[in-house]
């Protein structure tokens, strides 16, 4: 079906109801795999394919779909951005060597909006290029050509290990392990001591690992009133990077001079 707003775009959507040829989902709500708010009695989860090879979306497509998933396509990276922004999507399949926006930067933007899970499908099959895709954010990395009923296996485990930490409360960056429900957050040589107002400026970094927060930003979001000053972030984040490099987690406080800070992992 293409659709009426963007050239380029293919739904292939089941169980949704249409408006002016997007998917709209009712007003009511439930939890799908990832806490979007759909009907209840959860409908499949939404896969979105970026990929400018039709007849390797046309498989992509035919297989999720056998399996039970929706799916959504388009093959360029500036609209696998609008549609993962308007869909959300529960997961996205991406190719790298997409027009309009290469699927690095796609990746990179996507990791700076949250934490939709994304699989690579690629046919780079260099080291560099698999590293350098896990450490902006990838969840997995297939390369092409690619057994199919492999793809959407790797589809499915992905998405049950994103349901376990939505469900656990857990946030991972790099070594670092954050469970929000018991307010604890740990590296491989164990548990980390926080205050509270470290705790929390972590954990909503750790929530949108590699964007940057402004200070304001920040206290606005972490600190209450007695801390709300630009200066009193500075000295936390201070606190917070020594405490990490002493308990040796793979993330590092970024500095973005004149902005503010970002987690990334290393």
């Known amino acids: 079906m293409r659709d009426a707003f963007e050239p380029g775009i293919v739904l292939a959507c089941r169980d949704v109801h249409e408006t002016g040829g997007l998917p709209a989902y009712r007003s009511e709500t439930r939890k799908s795999c990832q806490g979007i708010r759909l009907l209840p009695d959860p409908s499949p989860c939404l896969i979105l394919i970026a990929e400018d090879e039709a007849q390797i979306a046309n498989i ?5 779909r056998r399996a039970g998933f929706r799916t959504a396509h388009t ?3 500036e609209t696998a951005l609008q549609l993962a922004r308007t869909l959300r999507p529960d ?4 190719d790298l060597n997409l027009p309009r926006r290469d699927g690095f930067g796609v990746l990179a933007s996507l990791r700076q909006d949250g934490h939709t899970p994304v699989i690579v499908i690629s046919a780079l099959d260099q080291d560099i ?4 895709a896990l450490r902006i954010g990838a969840d997995d990395y297939v390369t092409k050509p690619f057994n199919p009923n492999e793809v959407v296996a790797r589809v499915a485990a992905v998405l049950r290990r994103s349901l376990a930490n939505v469900e656990t409360g857990l946030l991972r960056v790099g070594g670092l392990v954050l ?7 740990s590296t491989a040589e164990g ?4 205050t509270p107002s470290e705790f929390r400026l972590l954990e909503h970094l750790m929530r949108r690992p590699g964007r940057v927060f402004a200070r304001n930003d920040l206290v606005d979001a972490c600190l209450p009133e007695a801390e709300a000053l630009d200066r009193t972030v500075d000295s936390h984040i201070a606190n917070l ?6 308990a040796g ?13 970002r987690l990334d992992a290393t």
């Open 60 to 64: 992509l497509d035919a297989y999720l």
């Open 75 to 77: 093959a360029d990276g």
């Open 91 to 94: 997961l996205i399949l991406l």
């Open 129 to 132: 290029d698999k590293l350098t």
């Open 179 to 185: 469970n929000s429900q018991a307010h604890e957050i």
């Open 191 to 194: 548990p980390l001591a926080l």
């Open 241 to 246: 990077r020594r405490k990490l490099a002493k």
């Open 249 to 261: 987690a793979q993330a590092e406080l970024t500095t973005v001079r004149g902005v503010g800070y």
